[in-house]
């Protein structure tokens, strides 16, 4: 399945936001596209490929048909680029008792006892002062097991196991080393390029250090860190990218999802909103009508009915590992989903053997939002949410299946490459 292997792939190498919007640029760039600036204008010709990037942490790309009757609707899926993590303070370094910590806190909501006593490192972006007094930027991602956050044992903690309330403050501090006079801005400058003279500034997250696994008796399941949304993102642009487009094709990275999207570079931001007038007004569109004739697919995963705790999925629309793509339906609008959009996707892929299933929260628990109804505050589209079902979301490894990937990057091909239009 070349479209999994794809996705394995850049799966293992997904450090942090920046590193995925660099992965994906790299992707995008080995296809034929051409970056663009915000700083610039925007010259387009029919045919052509193009993609912009915001904060280094989030990425539109779009292909333009080569008829230009084509021109006049566009083809819209967005992922998200980010997963809970904990971010490291501007002055980490904590001293004491001999051994060197760094301060952290937590970035979303995740499981915070499944970061705990495993191999942990960090990544992200570098701003720098070079020897000439130039300012620069750099990736880092130490491919080394750095940092390590230890329980307090059983006989300090007898109750550990009839539940445990972690405080991030105190009980999520990663261990870095022995010793009493440490300079993290020398530790870093040491990761950076030779020319690197003083660091100015960073963004720095943990990463969990295990690699993406193929697990399962018959090797049905993929095991990772960051599935959320990950495993979305990679498979959309797998679709995005092997699509022949009758439309204006989009493909949206946000990030920032999982605190709000409420950024210069999140969905409910102004990226997609300023991508969209610029690319409208490039090619002559009306952006009105236009966005009345387009369509945006919605991507971050869904829950999957988890084998030990069935009484947890609802009673009609259980979700299944490997069982087809979810669409996700909720009565207060947190999802897009709806019968005329529905409809829609499903005329697109009935003829594709790709399986879709039915998500809905049961009615007394409460879900969450996601993409599609929080860029609807900028950019007011018809849209669907769907999902890879996955389980252990937000743990620091989840797990989903193998079909389901696949299935994923299919459909998006399938959606890019219709020319279908909207009733």
Known sequence: MAEFDAVFEDLGRSYSPFHVVKNLSDRLKEAGYTALSEKEPYVLVPGGRYYVTRNDSSLIAFSLPEAKEGQTAFRFAAAHTDSPTFVIKPNPTLCKNNLISWNVEPYGGMIDSSWLDRPLSFGGRV??????????????????????????????????????????????????????????????????????????????SLYNRDKPRIVGLHHEFLSSPRLDDLASTYSVLQGFLTAKPHFINVYCAFDNEEVGSLTMQGANGTFLRDTLHRLCQALSLPYEESMARSFLLSVDNAHALHPNHPEFSDASSPVYLNGGIAVKYNAAQHYTSNARSVAFLTNIVKNESIPLQSFTNRSDLRGGSTLGNLSNNQVSLCSVDIGIPQLAMHSANELCGVEDVSSMARLLRAYYSSGQELL
């Open 127 to 204: 701003y720098y002062l070079d020897q000439e007094g130039h300012t620069k930027m750099a990736l880092v991602a130490p491919e080394e097991d750095v940092l390590y956050i230890p329980n307090l044992c059983i006989h300090f903690n007898r109750e550990i196991n009839s539940g445990y309330a972690y405080n991030p403050a105190v009980d999520m501090i990663p261990l870095a080393g022995v010793g009493h006079d440490f300079s993290f801005s020398d530790y870093l400058l040491s990761l950076l390029p030779s020319d690197a003279k003083t660091i100015l500034s960073f963004d720095l």
